[in-house]
């Protein structure tokens, strides 16, 4: 039998071992970070559902119940990041700062003490979402699997984006919206063994947890009729709303720490501001206590007037930001949604009151603004458009949905606006030795293709005395640097140096950006 040497090469590489490899620990990874988010999940509806209850029946009892409830997790949760600072907020920078080798953690001590405590904060009734900690915890048990098989460098990292991916898939029923967030946002890198395996992972975990919370979507929203194109008008200015609420929404979240450091508390005991603050809104409007779930489904359903949503997004911004700020264990990813929502919904009902919108297709507002909002915040529209496609469970507003959200996306951008995750991340790998340097200067250096600096980590670089590299760009991307990080053609060199040796310094790490390795 004669077989073409074409042939073979195709047979080989259907059967590359090195892919079938990781796409087998990608499944093991999905189907354990599955359990653990799935019985995250449960745990925070439980627990919410019970809050809500004591909320809904005012006396002196429920009164004393959720006092010791918010106490009580102050307590537990102050503790745990005491232990462990790291598992504060969402957890997506940390995993995004772990995957890029600016931060390292242990899996084990991240693990346990982000499921206590965000069970406990989330399912307080705080506006936090369980994504951020999902994804963490995902990335964790990716992280424990190749502790297990003692796994290191590259094949380390694909473990822990899997657990990632997979943890987004179990926490909103999003395989493909999991994947494309690993890739786009946090991992940054879109080699066939990051998505295989990550697309294992998230389809295992969204199987686990579709046998636990069932098949309907998380945000099953139904709607009779599609925008007509006439009307896509309104998709733009929609958009462009929400790329400019989007980047009131960054400043402000940027803002906290510093609003919080006048605060004469310990930073682990911040959490007794939300805690306290979250009880007379509970007694007030207990059905809005959450991520937002419920808050979105409800949309869906009888839309409010017009002043009650605007209340709505006063209420729900402000006390998202609180519970964030506080460093409590819990995420933004849903609390975003839901703003996006109240948003389509303020502009749809604003419009039919108006005369200009048809008041049957202020529900297609609401389900296009949560992508909106999500990219401009986030900058990550690709998965933004295929979350919220699969929440919604509808195939059919991929084209409006794109056109909002890439209209959010260019507004945040036209306006400087960074991504929400990456700016966080700065945040917590500034270097500690700027100050060393008396009369400090930048300047930038762009890297070509086969230059000494291309394709080498930075510890491999002999930087000039006096020098320090402050920042990779990379496309959109800004890139805290350390020893392991690899520098790459096309990226751009933020130096700083001493004005007195900023001449010696660009002459030198100028010359590596653009000298090709001698042969």
Not at 15 to 29: A, K
Not at 414 to 431: D, K, N, Q
Request: aromatic share 8%; net charge positive.
């Amino acid at each position: 039998m004669n077989i073409s040497w074409g042939m073979m090469v195709t047979m080989r590489r259907l059967v590359d071992g090195s892919r079938l490899h990781f796409i087998g620990w990608g499944l093991v990874v999905g189907v354990l970070s599955g359990t653990v988010v799935a019985t995250f999940r449960l745990c925070i509806a439980t627990m919410l559902k019970w809050i809500q209850s004591v909320y809904m029946h005012p006396n002196l009892l429920s009164v004393g119940v959720v006092v010791g409830v918010g106490v009580l997790t102050t307590v537990i949760a102050a503790i745990l990041l005491h232990q462990e600072p790291n598992i504060s907020g969402s957890g997506i920078p940390q995993v995004e700062g772990q995957l890029q080798g600016t931060m390292e953690f242990h899996w084990w001590r991240i693990l346990w003490r982000k499921f206590v405590a965000g069970v406990l904060a989330i399912g307080s009734g705080l506006f936090l979402g369980r994504e951020g900690p999902s994804i963490q915890l995902g990335a964790a048990v990716g992280q424990g699997v190749a502790a297990g098989r003692h796994e290191s460098g590259s094949e380390r990292r694909v473990l822990i984006a899997a657990g990632a991916a997979g943890g987004l898939a179990a926490a909103f029923n999003a395989p493909i919206a999991g994947v494309m967030f690993v890739l786009e946002e946090v991992y940054h890198n879109f080699s066939p063994l990051v998505w295989m395996s990550s697309l294992a992972s998230a389809v295992a975990a969204d199987y686990v947890s579709m046998r636990v919370f069932g098949l309907t979507p998380v945000l099953h929203i139904a709607y009779a009729h599609s925008l007509p194109a006439n009307l896509y008008w309104h998709l733009v200015l929609l958009g462009i709303i929400l790329g400019l609420l989007g980047l009131l929404y960054n400043v402000v979240l940027l803002a906290l720490p510093r609003w919080y450091a006048h605060i004469p508390l310990p930073r682990v005991a911040h959490g007794i501001v939300p805690l306290l603050l979250i009880i007379p809104l509970g007694f007030w409007m207990p059905r809005v206590l959450g991520g937002g779930n419920a808050v979105i489904l409800n949309l869906g359903g009888k839309m409010p007037v017009l002043s009650a949503l605007c209340l709505l997004f006063v209420v729900r911004f402000v006390y998202s930001m609180i519970a964030y700020g506080s460093g409590l264990p819990g995420g933004i990813f849903l609390p975003i949604l839901t703003l996006g929502a109240v948003i389509g919904a303020i502009y749809g009902v604003a419009m039919a009151r108006m005369g200009l919108l048809p008041r049957q297709y202020v529900i297609n507002l609401v389900i296009f603004a949560m992508a909106g909002y999500f990219a401009g915040i986030s900058k990550a529209p690709f998965t933004a458009i295929l979350l919220i496609t699969e929440m919604v469970g509808n195939l059919g507003h991929l084209l409006p949905l794109a056109v909002v959200a890439l209209v959010a996306y260019v507004t945040t951008d036209i306006f400087g606006g960074e991504p929400i995750y990456a700016a966080l991340l700065s945040r917590m790998t500034v270097p500690d030795n700027l100050s060393r340097l008396h009369h400090p200067v930048t300047f930038e250096v762009p890297v070509f293709a086969g230059s000494t600096l291309d394709m080498h980590q930075v510890r491999d670089f002999t930087w000039p005395s006096g020098s320090l590299l402050v920042e990779i760009r990379r496309g959109e991307h800004r890139i805290v640097p350390q020893g392991s990080a690899m520098i790459r053609a096309g990226d751009t060199l933020v130096v700083m140096t001493d004005t007195s040796r900023q001449v010696h310094v660009r002459e030198v790490v100028g010359g590596a950006a653009a000298q090709p390795l001698a042969d």
